[in-house]
């Protein structure tokens, strides 16, 4: 009985990770007992990477400066292990590999308005990922464009 309640318990808030883009925001009670499932996964870490960096590089580039890129942390994109395996599908592939492509052109950016062009471009690949496999995140997401 336990147990069921359990699993019950894990499917919502696997569920909810994708669709709730609050449940961050929210804090926590203190505890010291912390669930398994409250870790993210290896995709949603490099997820969450990703997110930081790209508003890190948003506020470099309004300041006129050129923002940071690092390859490491896109390099397991493909073969990182979502929460759930509905959530990387037959699309998922090309759709890294158009959003690594893009990455790689802020890399190679010589100029401000070269890099802003290209995380712009970026945020574009994010989004169309995101609508196929988890649109929870994508108002947060589309806040990453520079105007
Ligand atoms: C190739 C597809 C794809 C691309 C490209 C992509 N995402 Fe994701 N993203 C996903 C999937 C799938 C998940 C769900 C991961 C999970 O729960 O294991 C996710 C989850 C997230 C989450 C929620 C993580 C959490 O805390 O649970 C955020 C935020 C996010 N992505 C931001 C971004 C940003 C920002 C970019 C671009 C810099 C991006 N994503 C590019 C597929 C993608």
């Not at 690594?100 to 712009?120: C, F, L, R």
């Amino acid at each position: 009985m336990k147990n069921k309640a359990l699993i019950i318990l894990s499917v919502i808030l696997l569920v909810a990770s994708c669709s709730n883009d609050a449940k961050e925001t929210v804090p926590k009670k203190k505890s010291t007992w912390k669930p398994e499932m409250d870790q993210p996964s290896e995709l949603a870490s490099i997820m969450r990477a990703m997110n930081t960096e790209a508003l890190e590089r948003k506020a470099s580039l309004e300041v006129g400066e050129l923002g940071k890129v690092s390859s490491d942390l896109i390099f397991n994109l493909i073969t990182a292990t979502p929460t759930e395996p509905h959530m990387k599908g037959p699309a998922f592939e090309p759709h890294a590999n158009s959003f690594i492509k893009s990455y790689e052109a802020i890399g190679a950016a010589e100029n401000v308005e070269g890099q802003i062009s290209a995380h712009n471009n970026l945020v574009k690949s994010c989004v169309a990922c995101h609508m196929n496999f988890c649109q929870g995140p994508i108002p947060r997401i589309e806040k990453l464009y520079i105007q």
